[in-house]
Nanobody, 125 residues
Framework: QEKLEESGGGSVQAGESLTLSCSAPERTFRRGIMGWFRQAPGKEREFVAAIRWSGGYQHYSDSVKGRFTISGDNAGYMAYLQMNHLKPEDTAVYYC??????????????????WGRGTQVTVSS
């Protein structure tokens, strides 16, 4: 019944930045792990980044490490993905997700319980 909602997607030129936001009811992200995934047309959904609110542990995929930053508000209502130095290969629909049961950060999308509908990010050369 709980659901997430992404916003902030758009079309940018390579090298520019975007910040995605994800809202959740109550304090969803305080329950465990919040993650960002992305999916390009014809490809599988892939892990981008995740944060465990308790302790603030973070993990990033190699493809975005050093360029993207995940964060959230202290109350657990909002999560963010700051994307810098965007590349055309970053073009995808970006999803936020919440893992309510895992202790360690999981990169498999099957570990996550709640999902948003996605927001499109398009990066042009």
């Amino acid at each position: 019944q709980e659901k997430l909602e992404e916003s902030g997607g758009g079309s940018v030129q390579a090298g520019e930045s975007l910040t995605l936001s994800c809202s959740a009811p109550e304090r969803t992200f305080r329950r465990g792990i919040m993650g960002w995934f992305r999916q390009a047309p014809g490809k599988e959904r892939e892990f981008v980044a995740a944060i465990r609110w308790s302790g603030g542990y973070q993990h990033y995929s190699d493809s975005v490490k050093g360029r993207f930053t995940i964060s959230g508000d202290n109350a657990g209502y909002m999560a963010y993905l700051q994307m810098n130095h965007l590349k055309p290969e970053d073009t995808a629909v970006y999803y936020c997700a919440a893992d309510l049961t895992s202790f360690y950060i999981e990169v498999a999308d099957t570990a996550y319980d709640l999902w948003g509908r996605g927001t499109q990010v398009t990066v042009s050369s």
